[in-house]
């Protein structure tokens, strides 16, 4: 009853809450296709794109579209562009190491400190030079004419054979992100802390389950607050992880994976509501798990099932309204010229903080402006998730932001194996007394210093393994911060 209130209270408040905050509110997809959400509802747009899985867009503030990326077809399916609020290429926007059909294959994430500067991630391939998935950078300048790519297809890592998820989240300082990424065939996600398009640390985790080749495809998603991430793959695999937005660190990994389903019914779309109810989608049926309960799985729904058998369900984008709209692909092999109410509409979940068939599905319901939806929707994080106001990298961004000049602060050694010591080079009262602090991940105090000498060793024996924040305090201005591992 309370989610139901809520979500109809969401509904009636919509046009006064949502429309302020506008990198989310312009979507370009599929055949020509795209959306924009307006105070008046969403409306239909079009675009140049032909893309059948990635692609990316972003609007500024105002909801305005600044531009966007993703495959124009034919003999380009291995490559993407990229293009203006007119439709117009960038200049040099051509040839982006892309692939169409790698299901989270693009991502754009603006500069912090440049307004006209963005960097897009791709997923890719050279066949005579990286033969399997890799990653990929490039730079875009919107200050340039009508936008122009500065550095092209710049190389982030070949080593590691990626898949096709790949998602954003906002650090807990609201300004830094999360890019986060998936191994093919391995349990290893692949998890990079972005400033301004400079990569400032890669961490490597193994957790959850192996994704082979056929769990390869299918969607990644976060929550709209940022700290559940949720997978699925076609092999029937459903995991479900907490994401701590200061450390970067998965954990509390749910297994509810499928292995017995036939293999065209298996899983590909995904999203999770604000009162963090997961959806995920089979070609032809939908289904909703509440996260808050202790035994997930046991709280599973089928709440849509699709009796038209020409179509395909794809991917899943939460809107600025609250709903999740849904990708709709005619004939599921490929790309066709033919259009119809099937594929010239995307399927809406109306109420999606409402358990059970009570979210309302609504099939073939919002229509799109230009050709037609495939199985993408463009790769968007929540671009206006803000800091996590009180927590401990909350106050590291200050701390940052503020000191980020004063180099030669360094933990020895890190990561810590009993004890560590602080070094600091460059300030010349260093040999005055600081406050140190050490948080853990959960951003709880476990340790204060409050006259401590640099140089000095601090004991971490009692501490278990994982990451920490150390602050350095001075006259009640903190100075420094870093994260050591244990």
Same mark, same amino acid.
């Given at each position: 009853?309370?989610?139901?209130?809520? $979500?109809? !209270?969401?509904?009636?408040?919509?046009?006064?809450?949502?429309? +302020?905050?506008?990198?989310?509110?312009?979507?370009?997809?599929?055949?020509? /296709? +795209?959306?924009?959400?307006? @105070?008046?509802?969403?409306?239909?747009?079009?675009?140049?794109?032909?893309?059948?899985? /990635?692609? /990316?867009?972003?609007?500024?503030?105002?909801?305005? %579209?600044?531009?966007?990326?993703?495959?124009?077809?034919?003999?380009?399916?291995?490559? $993407?562009?990229?293009?203006?609020?007119?439709? %117009?290429? !960038?200049?040099?926007?051509?040839?982006?190491?892309?692939?169409?059909?790698?299901?989270?294959?693009?991502?754009?994430?603006?500069?912090?400190?440049?307004?006209?500067?963005?960097?897009?991630?791709?997923?890719?391939?050279?066949?005579?030079?990286?033969?399997?998935?890799?990653?990929? @950078?490039?730079?875009?300048?919107?200050?340039?004419?009508?936008?122009?790519?500065?550095?092209?297809?710049?190389?982030?890592?070949? $080593?590691?054979?990626?898949?096709?998820?790949?998602?954003?989240?906002?650090?807990?300082?609201?300004?830094?992100?999360?890019?986060?990424?998936?191994?093919?065939? #391995?349990?290893?996600?692949?998890?990079?802390?972005?400033?301004?398009?400079?990569?400032?640390?890669?961490?490597?985790?193994?957790?959850?389950?192996?994704?082979?080749?056929?769990? +390869? /495809?299918?969607?990644?998603?976060?929550?709209?607050?940022?700290?559940?991430? $949720?997978?699925?793959?076609?092999?029937?695999?459903?995991?479900?992880?907490?994401?701590?937005?200061?450390?970067?660190?998965?954990?509390?990994?749910?297994?509810?994976?499928?292995?017995?389903?036939?293999?065209?019914?298996? =899983?590909?779309?995904?999203?999770?509501?604000?009162?963090?109810?997961?959806?995920? #989608?089979?070609?032809?049926?939908?289904?909703?798990?509440?996260?808050?309960?202790?035994?997930?799985?046991?709280?599973?729904? %089928?709440?849509?099932?699709?009796?038209?058998?020409?179509?395909?369900?794809?991917?899943?984008?939460?809107?600025?309204?609250?709903?999740? =709209?849904?990708?709709?692909?005619?004939?599921?092999?490929?790309?066709?010229?033919?259009?119809?109410?099937?594929?010239? *509409?995307?399927?809406?979940?109306?109420?999606?903080?409402?358990?059970?068939?009570?979210? &309302?599905?609504?099939?073939?319901?919002?229509?799109?402006?230009?050709?037609?939806?495939?199985?993408?929707?463009?790769?968007?994080? &929540?671009?206006?998730?803000?800091?996590?106001?009180? #927590?401990?990298?909350?106050?590291?961004?200050?701390? *940052? @932001?503020?000191?980020?000049?004063?180099?030669?602060?360094?933990?020895?050694?890190?990561?810590?194996?009993?004890?560590?010591?602080?070094?600091?080079?460059?300030?010349?009262?260093?040999?005055?007394?600081?406050?140190?602090?050490?948080?853990? @991940?959960?951003?709880?105090?476990?340790?204060?210093?409050?006259?401590?000498?640099?140089?000095?060793?601090?004991?971490?024996?009692?501490?278990?393994?994982?990451?920490?924040?150390?602050?350095?305090?001075?006259?009640?201005?903190?100075?420094?911060?870093?994260?050591?591992?244990?």
């Amino acid at each position: 009853m309370l989610r139901s209130y809520i $979500a109809t !209270l969401i509904l009636i408040l919509f046009p006064f809450i949502v429309f +302020g905050q506008g990198r989310n509110a312009t979507w370009c997809f599929g055949d020509s /296709a +795209g959306i924009k959400f307006t @105070s008046g509802g969403v409306v239909g747009i079009t675009s140049v794109l032909q893309s059948q899985e /990635a692609c /990316a867009s972003i609007a500024d503030t105002s909801g305005n %579209l600044i531009f966007y990326a993703g495959s124009i077809g034919g003999s380009n399916i291995f490559h $993407a562009n990229l293009y203006d609020n007119m439709n %117009l290429q !960038l200049i040099n926007g051509d040839s982006i190491i892309s692939t169409s059909s790698a299901t989270q294959g693009l991502l754009i994430l603006p500069f912090f400190n440049n307004i006209n500067k963005f960097s897009l991630y791709s997923i890719g391939f050279i066949p005579t030079v990286f033969p399997h998935y890799s990653l990929f @950078s490039t730079t875009v300048d919107m200050s340039m004419g009508n936008g122009m790519v500065t550095l092209k297809n710049q190389i982030i890592d070949t $080593a590691v054979w990626y898949n096709e998820k790949m998602i954003a989240i906002k650090h807990g300082n609201g300004r830094d992100w999360w890019l986060i990424n998936h191994e093919q065939n #391995s349990d290893q996600f692949i998890i990079r802390l972005i400033q301004n398009n400079i990569i400032i640390n890669s961490y490597y985790q193994h957790i959850g389950s192996n994704l082979g080749s056929s769990d +390869g /495809a299918g969607q990644m998603t976060i929550n709209p607050e940022g700290n559940k991430l $949720a997978l699925v793959g076609q092999a029937g695999t459903i995991n479900v992880f907490d994401f701590d937005r200061c450390t970067g660190l998965l954990s509390n990994f749910i297994n509810m994976s499928d292995s017995l389903l036939p293999g065209f019914d298996r =899983y590909y779309g995904s999203s999770i509501s604000s009162q963090n109810l997961l959806y995920y #989608s089979t070609w032809d049926s939908i289904w909703q798990i509440d996260l808050n309960v202790p035994n997930p799985f046991q709280s599973k729904h %089928l709440v849509y099932a699709d009796q038209n058998g020409n179509v395909c369900m794809g991917q899943h984008q939460l809107g600025l309204d609250g709903k999740i =709209y849904i990708a709709n692909m005619l004939f599921c092999g490929g790309p066709t010229n033919i259009n119809d109410s099937l594929n010239t *509409h995307l399927t809406v979940i109306n109420m999606p903080d409402v358990s059970g068939i009570g979210c &309302n599905v609504l099939p073939y319901f919002q229509l799109i402006g230009g050709g037609r939806t495939y199985l993408g929707l463009p790769n968007m994080p &929540n671009y206006e998730l803000g800091p996590m106001v009180g #927590s401990p990298c909350d106050t590291l961004t200050s701390i *940052h @932001s503020i000191h980020e000049n004063k180099k030669g602060f360094e933990i020895i050694p890190n990561p810590v194996i009993s004890d560590f010591a602080v070094s600091i080079s460059g300030i010349a009262d260093a040999e005055n007394h600081f406050e140190l602090r050490i948080f853990n @991940s959960k951003g709880q105090l476990v340790f204060k210093d409050r006259k401590y000498k640099v140089g000095d060793k601090i004991n971490c024996t009692m501490f278990s393994s994982g990451l920490y924040a150390i602050t350095l305090t001075k006259n009640g201005q903190q100075w420094f911060n870093k994260f050591i591992k244990l």
